[in-house]
């Protein structure tokens, strides 16, 4: 009778428990996870509990969306957030009774929680400006929802934040029946201050969009708008500086535009058996930096640094540092190169920490040992399941700060990166050439230019 669509991206703590649950309500007979190409368990954990997984052809919730409601059995559909496992456990009946009996053609759930910013400062004032007579609602970004199949079939999804705001213009629009239910008492988390600043402009965006021809507009009108924006701003910003904030940068391929092993490699002649010690053990990281410290065995600093020098930075560099300084970001860098060369660049550029592997020095000469320092190793706080992981350092650098996991940006770029990306408050992936890591992050920068990120901090 119902198609219940959950939109997903990792949610692999989750999503079995929210599938459970409405496959329960008599009124389900379908359940579709439309995966966004998760990189952990949740495909494999969506199918044990009983859900029909497709794979979106585009990231993106809009899309995740639409193709599930494309290939929906039911003439009924509700969609659920994948993260949520305080849902009542009537939520489907509650959304597709009022559809079921007639009373709606779309129905938009509202449920108990701190007023959202974003709604209350933007939603709300611009819906009252460019839509004269448009119907109140306590939740319009609310994206629990209900509707009709052919409804959804018959109109855009917007990609973003602004994906919700858009399915409400248009049944709106469509001159659907539109009626509010109330869900009760849930408990999700509330987005990071740096993410409400793109969430603000991306609901600003759609309604502007959705709204041509539909009031007069004039000079007088775009004023307003002009207004709550830059009452959106300030808000965000004057909450922004009161927060302990910490920004982490990768070194290879981030900071530099390239290796720092593969670079020296190249100047002292290993290339060829860095690559087979990389190859053989690539399951390991521990014996991999060690044999790979070897190779440098007998280098000065001095030769390290050299190599360090003739490496291109990424443009900007200190541009974005001087930026993140302003906004009250601590700022540094985690690698697993060599704490000399991180040093080397926080000396340089003003980082006010680092942590990487500790290469051995006697009278100023590689050894050839190095030390792994014991934050890269899981312990009682690891959020992971590797045995080292940069997430462990990340987590020890908030504890030493004081700083909560959801105050952190992480900007980086390989592998080793992906479990700091995606749990930090804003994952960056830079310049990264791995899809998974891309699919993982909150923003996606493809250019070697860090002033592409200073709209995002500020």
Do not use: W
Not at 40 to 53: C, N
Not at 426 to 446: H, L, M, Q, R, W
């Amino acid at each position: 009778m119902v198609t219940v669509i959950i939109p997903s991206l990792n949610e692999e703590k989750t999503i079995a428990q929210v599938i459970a649950l409405v496959k329960r309500d008599l009124l389900t007979t379908e359940v579709i996870v439309v995966d966004d190409k998760s990189t952990d368990s949740t495909v494999k954990l969506a199918r044990l509990a009983g859900a029909k997984v497709i794979t979106s052809t585009k990231l993106g919730k809009g899309t995740s969306m639409k193709d599930g409601a494309m290939i929906a059995q039911n003439k009924v559909i509700v969609f659920l957030d994948a993260d949520i496992i305080t849902y009542p456990e009537n939520v489907v009946a509650l959304l597709a009774a009022p559809i079921i009996s007639g009373e709606a053609d779309f129905v938009k759930s509202y449920f108990t929680r701190q007023a959202g910013r974003v709604t209350e400062l933007v939603a709300k004032p611009l819906l009252n400006i460019l839509y004269p007579g448009f119907p109140e609602f306590r939740q319009p970004l609310s994206g629990m929802i209900a509707g009709k199949k052919m409804l959804f079939e018959a109109i855009e999804f917007e990609e973003g934040y602004g994906v919700d705001i858009g399915l409400l213009i248009d049944m709106h629009k469509l001159g659907a029946i539109i009626k509010e239910v109330d869900i009760g008492n849930i408990l999700n988390d509330m987005q990071p201050l740096e993410e409400l600043g793109k969430m603000s402009k991306e609901v600003a965006r759609t309604i502007l969009k959705k709204s041509k021809g539909e009031a007069l507009q004039s000079l007088e009108t775009y004023e307003y708008i002009q207004v709550i924006r830059e009452q959106m701003d300030y808000a965000i910003h004057e909450e922004l500086m009161s927060l302990k904030k910490i920004a982490v940068f990768d070194m290879d391929n981030t900071l530099f535009r390239g290796s720092f092993i593969r670079t020296a490699a190249e100047d002292f002649g290993f290339s060829a058996e860095l690559s087979r010690i990389v190859d053989v053990n690539a399951g390991n990281p521990f014996i991999r930096t060690k044999k790979i410290a070897r190779l440098l065995k007998g280098r000065t600093i001095g030769d390290l640094l050299e190599v360090a020098e003739s490496m291109e930075v990424t443009c900007n560099l200190e541009k974005l540092i001087g930026t993140l300084k302003e906004q009250g970001y601590i700022t540094g860098i985690i690698s697993d190169s060599y704490d000399c060369i991180t040093n080397h660049l926080k000396n340089k550029y003003g980082f006010d920490f680092t942590i990487a592997n500790e290469l051995e020095f006697s009278k100023s000469i590689v050894t050839g040992e190095v030390k792994i320092p014991s934050v890269f190793l899981s312990g009682d706080d690891c959020l992971c399941s590797h045995d080292y992981c940069k997430l462990n350092a990340l987590i020890a650098v908030c504890k030493r700060y004081q700083v909560e996991l959801s105050n952190t940006i992480v900007i980086g770029d390989g592998e080793n990166d992906i479990c700091c990306i995606k749990k930090a408050g804003i994952g960056i992936s830079f310049c990264s050439t791995y899809e998974f890591i891309d699919s993982a992050a909150d923003y996606v920068i493809k250019n070697p230019d860090f002033e592409l990120l200073i709209p995002i901090i500020i």
